[in-house]
Every structure is written in structure tokens, then in C-alpha cells.
């Protein structure tokens, strides 16, 4: 019988995602017209840090065309991935996210997401099929400490 190692990071790599926080880094932003050419399907992707190139890609729909990248965030889109995400790259809240852009302004360019590192709460959603699949809902700046 062969000898067979396996470390945390290989364990938690094959487990389903459990509702945490996990370190990533932002790898791939892609913004994509919809078949039928009504909405612009935003994939980004994360590589989870502590667990050796384990990627996540997590998709969301937007039902209006042209502005950030290929993408003009509606309000729901604005409000539950856009800010949030933005506010944790940048280590402040939305609030004071939301002054900054009521101040100056903001322009931004998906590609200058790639690189970015954050925290981001995952856990398993609903596919639209009636199955599972790991889904991002929350963000955190990526040195804030969690559980809070």
C-alpha cells in the first residue's frame, strides 16, 4: 500500500464551502454581453489565498449596458457587489465610500480589480437548477480580523 499524505490545505480544498470568510485575490474580471443581448454577465474571479490555488469564479447578471467596463452596475447590482466589494478594497466602509464618490467622483476600470485582495464571506447558494454552488455574499477589507 502506498503511503498517502494529505495537509489541511488538500482536506479543505475538497470540502464544500461551509459559511467563512476566506482571504483571496481578485485574478480575473470578465464582463460578458448575455445571449440575449438584454443584460452583461460579470464573472469575477477569486483565487482563495489559504488554500493553494483553489479559484472561484462567481457570476452576476446586470440588465443594463455600458459604463464600468462593459458593465453600468444597476441599483441592486451597485448595492450588493459593486460598493461593498469596492469599500473592502479600498479598507473603509460604504458609508464612507459613498462620501469619497459624492466628493470626487470615481472612475474605475475593471482591469484595475485584478491584483486586489479582500476577504469574501462564501457560501453554497442555489444554481438556478435546484442545486448547490459556493457563492460570494459578503466583503471585508483583507486584513480585517474575523470573527470580529
Known sequence: MALVELT???VKRGMAW???YYKVEIIDWKDAES???KSINTVPTYK???LQNNQLA???QDRTIGGLGATSFNSQMRERVLMPLLAAI??????ELQERI???GIKLDSKDLIGKRLQVYIEMGDNGSGGLMPKVTR???YNDKVPF
Open 58 to 60: 462567481d457570476d452576476y
Open 35 to 37: 445571449k440575449d443581448k
Open 48 to 50: 482563495v489565498v489559504e
Open 139 to 141: 466583503y471585508l477589507p
Open 102 to 104: 459624492k466628493e470626487k
Open 18 to 20: 461551509t459559511g467563512d
Open 90 to 95: 479600498e479598507g473603509v466602509t460604504v458609508i
Open 8 to 10: 489541511p490545505q488538500e
